[in-house]
C-alpha cells in the first residue's frame, strides 16, 4: 500500500508529467489562458490517459505479448488512443451536449498528444503490474490539472502585468513554469 | 529563389521551436547535452525527410476524407524503424533518449510539414522543406543544448554516437566551481527556452518593425514626389 | 513469417478501427448550441487535433 501511495504522489508531484518529464507541453501553453478552459482541459486528459492506460496495457498484454508482435506496440498505441479520441467525442456529441460542452471540445487537442502517449508507453516500459498502472495513470493527470489550472490563474494575472513587449505571452509564460519548476523538485524529498 | 526561401525559412523566420512552438516536449527534454540534442535532431531530420518523401509520393493516391489518419500510420511506422535503429547502432543514444524517440511520432512538425506541405507539393520540393525545418529545429536544438550544457557543467563534451566511450573533444569552459547545475535540471530547461524563445520574438519583431518604416518611408516619399510632380505641372 | 503475418493483419484491423472512427466522427454533427464552441486555444499549429481547419476542409 506504501509503494501505490509512493507511485501516486511521485506521478502526481515529483515527476509531474509537465514540470520534470516535459511532456504535454502543446495543450498546457495553449489553453492556459483562462481558467475555466484549464478545469475543461484537466477533466478530459484525465479522461482520455485513464481510459487509454486501460485499453492499450490490455492489448499489449493480451494480444502483442502472446503473439510476439511487440515491436507494433508504438503503432498500436497510436492507432488505439487517436480511435479512442474519435469514438468517445462521437459517443459524447450524441448523448450528452451538455458534456460536450464542459469537456468534449477539449478532447481532440489530446488525441495524438505526447503525454498520453508517455504514460502509454511508461506503463509498457516500467512493467508495471495492473494495480501500478491504474495508480499511475491516475496520478499523472491528477499532477497535470494541478498544474495547468495553477498556471492559468498565474497566467491572468500575467496579462495584466507589465512585461518587455517581446516577451508577451508564451515567453514569458515559459519563465514562469521555471519557477514552478523550481518550486515542484524541492517536493522531491517529500517520499 | 523561391526554393531557397523556403528552405531558410526554417531556420529563423518561422523557426519551428522557437516560433512556431511545435515538438517543444522533446527540445526541452533531449537538451541536456550536445550528444542527446544531435541525436535527436539527426532522428528528427531522417523521419521528416522520409515522411515528407512517402506522402508526396502518395498525394494523389491517398483519399481526401481519410488523409490525416493515413499520414499518421505512416509517420508511426517510420519512427518505430527509427526506434529499431537507434537501439541497434547506438544504445548509449537509445538509452539517454528513452521514450522521447518514441514520441517524435507526436512531434508536431513532421505531420505539420506532411499535411501542409508535403500533400501539396512534389517531390524536390517536399525534401527541401523537410531539410530546412529539420536543420532549423536541430539547430534550435543545438543552441539550447549548447548553452545548457555549458552553463550547467561547464564542459563542452562530444562523444561518438556509435562507441560511447570515445570522446571526439573535450573542453571546460567553466571551472566546476562556477556551473550553476540549475541548467542541468528542469527549471533550466523552462528559463533557457524561455528567454531563447523571448530573443527570437525580439528579433523578427524588430526586423518587422524596421521593414514597416521603411515601407511607410517610402510610401511618404513617393507620395511627396507625386505631390511636387502636380505642383510643377500646375506652374 | 507467421509473425509477419499476425502483425500485418493486426495492424489492418486496427487501422480500419481507426478510419472508421475518424469518419463516424467527423459526419457526426456538434448537438445545437454547441456549433461555435472553440476549445479556446493556442495549438493551432497542432494538425492532429480534431479542430484544426484542416480536417473540415
Redesign the interface.
Known amino acids: 500500500m506504501g509503494e501505490l501511495f509512493t507511485l501516486f504522489i511521485s506521478a502526481a508531484l515529483i515527476d509531474n508529467i509537465i514540470?520534470?518529464?516535459?511532456?504535454?507541453?502543446?495543450?498546457f501553453?495553449?489553453?492556459s489562458?483562462?481558467s475555466s478552459?484549464a478545469v475543461g482541459m484537466g477533466a478530459a486528459v484525465t479522461f482520455v490517459i485513464f481510459a487509454a492506460a486501460l485499453v492499450t496495457y490490455g492489448l499489449y498484454y493480451m494480444?502483442?505479448d502472446p503473439?510476439?508482435?511487440e515491436?507494433?506496440k508504438?503503432?498500436?498505441f497510436?492507432?488505439?488512443i487517436?480511435?479512442l479520441v474519435?469514438?468517445v467525442?462521437?459517443v459524447i456529441?450524441?448523448f450528452s451536449?451538455p458534456l460536450?460542452?464542459a469537456l468534449?471540445?477539449?478532447?481532440?487537442?489530446i488525441?495524438?498528444?505526447?503525454a498520453v502517449?508517455?504514460v502509454v508507453?511508461?506503463n509498457i516500459?516500467q512493467n508495471y503490474n495492473f494495480i501500478e498502472m491504474v495508480v499511475y495513470s491516475l496520478g499523472v493527470p491528477v499532477g497535470f490539472m494541478l498544474v495547468i489550472v495553477v498556471f492559468s490563474k498565474i497566467r491572468e494575472r500575467l496579462e495584466a502585468a507589465d512585461t518587455?513587449?517581446?516577451?508577451k505571452g508564451?515567453?514569458?509564460?515559459?519563465?514562469t513554469?521555471?519557477?514552478m519548476?523550481?518550486a515542484f523538485?524541492g517536493l522531491a524529498g517529500l517520499v | 529563389m523561391n526554393r531557397w526561401k523556403n528552405f531558410t525559412s526554417g531556420f529563423v523566420r518561422e523557426n519551428p521551436v522557437f516560433g512556431l512552438y511545435l515538438g517543444i516536449c522533446s527540445v526541452l527534454a533531449v537538451s541536456t547535452t550536445i550528444n542527446n540534442a544531435l541525436g535527436m535532431g539527426v532522428c528528427v531530420i531522417i523521419t521528416l525527410l522520409l515522411s515528407n518523401v512517402i506522402i508526396s509520393v502518395m498525394r494523389d493516391i491517398v483519399p481526401n476524407d481519410i488523409r490525416i489518419p493515413v499520414y499518421i500510420v505512416i509517420i508511426a511506422s517510420l519512427v518505430t524503424v527509427v526506434e529499431m535503429l537507434v537501439n541497434a547502432f547506438s544504445p548509449a543514444l537509445a538509452e539517454s533518449l528513452g521514450t522521447f524517440i518514441s514520441l517524435i511520432v507526436v512531434n508536431c512538425i513532421i505531420l505539420g510539414r506532411a499535411e501542409a506541405f508535403a500533400s501539396k507539393n512534389g517531390v524536390v520540393d517536399s525534401i527541401l522543406d523537410a531539410l530546412g525545418m529539420g536543420l532549423g529545429y536541430t539547430v534550435s536544438l543545438l543552441a539550447m543544448a549548447l548553452i545548457r550544457q555549458v552553463i550547467g557543467t561547464g564542459v563542452l563534451e562530444f562523444t561518438n554516437p556509435f562507441d560511447a566511450s570515445q570522446i571526439i573533444f573535450s573542453f571546460t569552459i567553466i571551472p566546476s566551481d562556477f556551473t550553476v547545475s540549475l541548467f542541468s535540471s528542469a527549471p533550466g530547461a523552462f528559463l533557457t527556452f524561455g528567454i531563447l524563445a523571448g530573443l527570437l520574438a525580439m528579433y523578427n519583431g524588430k526586423k518587422q518593425e524596421k521593414a514597416e518604416a521603411e515601407a511607410k518611408a517610402a510610401k511618404a516619399a513617393a507620395a511627396k514626389a507625386a505631390a511636387e510632380a502636380k505642383l510643377k505641372e500646375a506652374k | 513469417m507467421n509473425n509477419i503475418g499476425y502483425a500485418l493483419i493486426f495492424m489492418a484491423i486496427m487501422v480500419g478501427i481507426f478510419i472508421l472512427t475518424y469518419l463516424g466522427n467527423k459526419n457526426t454533427p456538434k448537438p445545437e448550441g454547441c456549433e461555435d464552441l472553440k476549445a479556446d486555444c493556442g495549438g493551432c499549429h497542432d494538425i492532429s487535433c480534431g479542430h484544426h481547419p484542416a480536417h473540415t476542409e
Open positions: 514540470l520534470s518529464k516535459f511532456t504535454g507541453m502543446c495543450p501553453l495553449g489553453v489562458k483562462k478552459s494480444v502483442l503473439l510476439d508482435i515491436y507494433m508504438l503503432i498500436t497510436i492507432l488505439v487517436a480511435s474519435q469514438f467525442e462521437m456529441k450524441k451536449p460536450y460542452k468534449g471540445i477539449y478532447l481532440p487537442l488525441t495524438t498528444n505526447c502517449l508517455y508507453l511508461e516500459a518587455p513587449k517581446y516577451f508564451n515567453p514569458i509564460g515559459l519563465i513554469c521555471a519557477l519548476a523550481m523538485s
